[in-house]
């Protein structure tokens, strides 16, 4: 067990998790100033992923294509707030629950009509090669790519967030929407506008992924789930929650598929750690989860007090 | 009562009649969606009644399913041992999950069950010796007196099981308890004001539907003579949860029709192919999700009592 | 009956109530008045349990109950109305106040017999709906009656569980002059066999009803004692009196 190993897989979990922020920030902000569960928001990021391969192949850049799927994939959000979501906020967390989950059913269907069950979005040649961090620790480019582009976003999202008039708005809306209301807040354009950097943030992940992750129908559901565990962690409506919480759950998760197998063996007999390692590491996130909403139901920073 | 037992002779007479007509391979797709019916129905216990928007139903019949199948293959082919077990574990489940998941409110609990379901999901998944993601096939039906071979048979036994759930939720939601999940549901701090610890109740409510949806699970699994992690994913706990809000949250009958409707719809689309609409959009019988998402969100937002609700006059949990 | 020592609570920077010690002699109407925003229905949560004090002790009968639930207090004889209310919307009055004596009455764990059968259950609300004047509404689903019968079937609620103590936290809020009457009505009727802890804004009830009146002014208790004392007091006229008064 080297240190290079070490460095390489918590560089892994900071990658994956700041992806996962990207998917969860947007879904915490929906829900915290909303108070509107979207399960389609894994759709999302799976339309980014789809429509950054066809621009890529159209334009014939990867970056091109990449950030000119960002504003589609927004528009593309604001045209289903506008149209269907909208109509939901007033309804029960069931409603939303079951219409948002048409929604997945409905867009799986949709883009499978369109482009087929799955679209190529290989990774960008200059890209694919190891880069030296430190001597004798070796890199891959695209990931270290992904990982500056996410701390990018997440602190452009402080900024925008902590800083800025519409930032202020946000987190007034998200701990207390009826105040936010009363201060005049254009609350339909600002809910809209939301939306749509939610759907931007789903088409950076989406599109950043896709190289690795294979761009195919259905994509959504599994990283939606992790999303979800990630603002449950870090308490709904708060983006520095989605931070800490995506962060923890990138790590724990990378980390122990690494190396909880390898502890194991270490002092079990080898027929229980080979079952048990995997296993556990499957399912480490669930349990942080199930551990940290023991002590703090309702995450660890709750937009609300 | 009557109109109970006027559904229930139609299930009754359904083989016979299918049999007369000369259809019996449709006995063994009856038998199917009357189990689903009784998973629909042990969901809508408790999100029907008890107002709990369990995400993570699919947990518990997969953990009915998984049980029953483990004890097959290793050796315990009874059903008289095997059912019982599968409903039991079905049970412990629900009591573990719901212990922990029912400290927490709203929209924190949809998602926990959802990542508790997930999760025995993935665990599922990575236990090699038991199938892992291919899951783990039977060579037959296990044993129960009758032969459940016989698609007929199989077909009054699941019967049996969906009218006696049906039965012993009627007696529940009519007695003090049901009074009391009820209560709380409609308005949690009130219950509360009066006297009635609310999380031991919805705790015991949860269980209850674990355990039924466990049973389901075993059916399944023998149904089936099949069982595989995706039994547990999360899709199909949405696929439940659209069956109780299709046929009706809170009704009696909610969960059977919603499955009969849901599963009957989706047969449709899948065997019978309608002309236009093939030369409108050819395949379109590959994309049957399609239809079931158009029209769980039309409900949704058109007629959100279900199919149970459009008829008049019927009995409601409410009042 | 009950004593507060010392409570306090704060939400964030906000203190709510800080420092209350008060006691609820055994049988009197104790009213406790003061400014929008003084902290009254947060004190109430903090007697019948459903907030969480930082700092201070409840004893009920001389039995400190701070750390027991809500409901474990109901258990015990506490029993409260909500400033806004809160009941079973959908379900006719009968099964509103058929409920609370159903908590009272034994365990609800009950699977197998149906309510409908308990005809002392139904018997008991009926004669708690005519305590309120709500006879000839026993059917009628709960959020079609009028405001004020809303209000009355709060309190009855409250009271439907034979408490030892009750809590009406503003039970005349919202109600018209006739209305106003009769809850005053029917809070001296039940005074005889209850203790009361009633929070009010409305003068002419408080003053009419209450043994003892205590002031709460931005989380404290400025005051208690005797009515008499209480309108006397330059303070309390000062901070809080004044405009009622003379309204």
């Known amino acids: 067990m080297s240190w290079v ?9 900071l990658q994956f998790g700041l992806m996962l922020f990207l998917l969860a920030a947007g879904l915490t902000l929906v829900f915290g100033i909303m108070d509107m ?67 997945i059913l409905i867009l799986n269907e949709a883009v499978r009509l369109i482009w087929g069950s799955d679209a190529p979005l290989p990774m960008p040649a200059s890209l694919s090669g190891p880069v030296e961090l430190l001597p004798g620790l070796f890199y891959p480019a695209y990931r270290l790519l992904i990982i500056l582009v996410g701390l990018a976003v997440a602190i452009f999202l402080y900024l925008l967030i902590s800083r800025t008039k519409v930032g202020m708005l946000v987190r007034a809306g998200a701990s207390n929407r009826e105040m936010a209301l009363a201060m005049g807040v254009n609350i339909r354009l600002l809910f809209t506008l939301v939306f749509g950097v939610g759907a931007a943030l789903c088409a950076v992940a989406g599109a950043l992924l896709a190289p690795l992750l294979a761009v195919q129908v259905g994509m959504g559901e599994n990283i939606l789930i ?70 703090r139901p309702q995450g660890l920073f709750p937009a609300r007090g | 009562m009557r109109k109970h037992l006027a559904l229930l002779a139609v299930f009754l007479l359904l083989p016979l009649a299918l049999a007369w007509a000369d259809q019996t391979f449709y006995i063994s797709l009856a038998s199917r969606i009357l189990i689903y019916a009784l998973a629909a129905t042990s969901l809508n216990l408790v999100l ?150 609310v999380y031991r109740y919805r705790l015991a409510c949860f269980v209850i539907a674990g355990a039924a949806g466990g049973l389901a699970g ?72 399609l239809a079931v998402g158009l029209v769980l969100l039309a409900v949704v937002l058109f007629a959100p009592h279900g199919i149970a609700g459009l008829f008049p006059g019927a009995k409601r949990a409410r009042a | 009956m009950l004593e507060l020592k010392g409570l306090s609570k704060h939400f964030g920077g906000v203190i709510a109530t800080r420092d209350v010690t008060l006691n609820v002699a055994r049988g009197e109407v104790h009213a406790l008045i003061g400014p929008n925003g003084a902290g009254k229905t947060t004190l109430i949560g903090q007697v019948a349990g459903t907030i969480r004090s930082d700092s201070g002790q409840v004893l009920f009968e001389g039995v400190d109950i701070t750390a027991l639930a809500p409901h474990q207090r109901v258990r015990r004889g506490l029993a409260r109305s909500f400033q806004i209310t809160s009941i079973f919307g959908r379900l006719p009055l009968l099964e509103n106040l058929a409920l609370a004596v159903q908590a009272r009455s034994g365990s609800s764990f009950s699977f197998w017999k ?64 006739e209305e106003s009457r009769r809850m005053v009505e029917l809070i001296e009727r039940v005074s005889g066999r209850v203790t009361v802890l009633l929070v009010e804004h409305d003068m002419d009830a408080v003053f009419r009803l209450a043994d003892r009146i205590s002031v709460l002014v931005n989380g404290r208790i400025v005051a208690s004692g005797a009515p008499q004392e209480i309108r006397a007091n330059e303070e309390v006229r000062k901070a809080y009196l004044g405009d009622e008064l003379a309204a």
Not at chain 2, 227 to 245: A, D, E, K, R, Y
């Open chain 1, 5 to 13: 190993l070490i460095a390489e897989q918590a560089l892994n979990g």
């Open chain 1, 37 to 103: 569960i979207n399960l389609a928001h894994g759709s999302l990021y799976m339309l980014g992923a789809f429509i950054a391969a066809s621009l890529v192949q159209a334009t014939g850049s990867f970056v091109l294509g990449v950030l000119l799927a960002v504003p589609a994939t927004a528009l593309a959000g604001m045209v289903l707030e506008t149209l269907l979501l909208r109509h939901l906020y007033q309804r029960d967390h069931l409603s939303q629950v079951l219409a948002t989950f048409a929604l």
């Open chain 1, 226 to 295: 992790l999303a979800f565990v990630v603002i449950v962690i870090g308490g709904i409506g708060s983006v520095r929650g989605a931070l800490v919480g995506a962060l923890v759950v990138g790590a724990v998760d990378t980390i122990g598929r690494a190396f909880l197998p390898i502890a194991f063996g270490a002092f079990l007999p080898p027929q229980v750690a080979s079952a048990a390692g995997p296993a556990i590491a499957s399912v480490a996130v669930y349990l942080l989860m199930a551990v940290v909403l023991f002590f």
């Open chain 2, 48 to 197: 029907g009644y008890g107002g709990m928007i369990s995400f993570g139903h699919a947990a518990f019949v997969g953990t009915g399913a998984y049980v029953a199948s483990i004890l097959f293959v290793e050796g315990v082919t009874s059903a008289w041992i095997a059912w019982p077990a599968a409903l039991a574990a079905a049970a412990l489940a629900a009591l573990l999950i719901g212990a922990v998941s029912l400290r927490t409110r709203g929209a924190y609990f949809i998602m926990i069950t959802l990542a508790f379901a997930q999760m025995m999901f993935y665990l599922l998944n990575s236990m090699k010796m038991y199938g892992g993601d291919e899951g783990l096939t039977l060579p037959r039906r296990p044993d129960l007196g009758v032969d459940l071979g016989n698609e007929v048979a199989f077909y009054y036994v699941v019967l049996f099981f969906l009218a006696l759930t049906l039965y012993l939720l009627y007696r529940l939601t009519n007695s003090r308890f049901g009074r009391v999940i009820v209560a709380i549901r409609e308005n949690e701090q009130r219950a509360q004001a009066l006297g009635f610890p």
């Open chain 2, 218 to 289: 075993a059916l399944l699994a023998a149904h089936g003579k099949y069982v595989s992690p995706n039994v547990l994913h999360w899709t199909q706990s949405g696929t439940l949860m659209i069956m109780v809000i299709l046929g009706g949250v809170g009704r009696l009958w909610g969960g059977v029709l919603g499955a009969v409707a849901l599963l009957g719809l989706e047969h449709l689309i899948a065997d019978y192919p309608v002309g236009w609409l093939e030369a409108l959009a050819p395949n379109y019988q590959q994309h049957a999700d």
């Open chain 3, 114 to 177: 149906p309510v409908a059968a308990e005809r002392e259950l139904f018997r008991q609300a009926e004669e708690v709906a005519a305590d309120l004047g709500l006879s000839g509404r026993l059917h009628f689903t709960s959020s079609s009656l009028a405001h004020g019968e809303q209000r009355a079937l709060e309190v009855g609620l409250a009271l439907a569980t034979k408490p030892k103590l009750v809590l009406l936290d503003e039970p005349m809020a919202g109600l018209g002059a």
